[in-house]
């Protein structure tokens, strides 16, 4: 496989060299079969780098995905992983993950089986720091970004839900569309396990209704000793955001909330040449890693 210059880059066990790769790869069990791509950066030191487990929205394709949210360029600027599932329409005509179906909303079935497989194939194949693997997506994306942390807090460290719905919002197409209109018909039950949850949502989103990114951030929520903080500010491309931090005593848990004022159904800060990409900001991608980065898995004790 050649790397993004063209050139096959030199590797040893499954790193690269001085050069990052795109590999295009498959992962399958018994309930089925995902490609995927992997950005794989240069080798910056001798230590296991983190992973992220990007999914695509409706309509959107993985390479297109990587274009839009621009992350394989800070995969090279930091150092870290990037598997990009892509959704064929034999499982979905309009590309879309399934997060709405019951056999694709729990553990060991369904998507995401699928999903958490390929995620430990990397881990397996790869110098994988298994305290920092993350997942995030877009829209139906950031709907089976919830599913995984929900049904997987033991594999993954962190979640971004971008203009995405919660974990059992709906159990049916009808339901689904109902909950994107109008968020869940009730708040969908609280993570028994609150993973470190990273919230972008536009006030103005016409697709998914403004509400479910509420909604997601309540259900990552510990049941209490969470305080509260809220700043505003504005991005360099003049979007106007609110961003709200949630943190538990001695910093056992943080999420962020971050309401994009004017924002639509599109990635923050994504690059034009990208489909659902909003360039006026904030930062979406960059964003998400600076929190990623701040939270590692502690295999015996939880989460940091």
């Excluded at 999914?55 to 297109?64: A, M, P, T």
């Excluded at 877009?138 to 997987?152: D, N, P």
């Excluded at 993954?156 to 159990?171: F, P």
């Excluded at 109902?178 to 969908?188: C, E, F, T």
Aim: proline share 7%.
């Amino acid at each position: 496989m050649t790397g993004s210059l063209g050139i096959a880059p030199t590797s040893v066990w499954g790193r690269s060299i001085g050069r990052p790769r795109a590999l295009a790869r498959r992962f399958g069990n018994q309930t089925g079969s995902r490609a995927y791509d992997l950005f794989v950066p240069p080798v910056r030191s001798d230590g296991p780098l983190p992973l992220v487990v990007m999914l695509h929205g409706c309509s959107q394709s993985s390479r297109d995905f990587a274009i839009g949210t621009r992350m394989d360029g800070l995969a090279e600027e930091q150092g870290f992983l990037v598997a990009y599932p892509d959704q064929p329409r034999s499982a979905n005509m309009a590309k879309s993950w399934n997060w709405f179906r019951d056999g694709d909303q729990q553990r060991d079935l369904g998507e995401p089986s699928i999903l958490a497989g390929l995620t430990r194939q990397v881990m397996d194949e790869f110098d994988v720091d298994p305290s920092r693997v993350y997942v995030a997506g877009l829209s139906s994306g950031g709907a089976a970004a919830s599913v995984m942390a929900m049904t997987y807090p033991d594999l993954y460290a962190a979640v971004g839900i971008h203009s995405g719905l919660a974990h059992g919002s709906a159990g049916s197409m009808a339901a689904a569309l109902l909950a994107m209109r109008r968020g869940a018909s009730s708040q969908p039950r609280r993570a028994t396990q609150p993973m470190p949850t990273i919230v972008f949502h536009g006030d103005r989103d016409k697709t998914v209704s403004p509400v479910n990114g509420d909604q997601a951030i309540a259900q990552a929520r510990p049941a209490a000793n969470v305080s509260s903080a809220t700043e505003k500010g504005r991005s360099e491309g003049g979007r106007a955001y609110t961003r709200t931090v949630l943190t538990m005593p001695g910093n056992a848990w943080s999420s962020e909330q971050w309401v994009l004022h004017g924002g639509g159904h599109a990635w923050a800060g994504g690059h034009p040449s990208g489909s659902h990409t909003d360039p006026a900001g904030p930062d979406a991608s960059r964003e998400m890693m600076r929190f990623f980065m701040s939270h590692a898995k502690d295999r015996g004790l939880g989460q940091n």
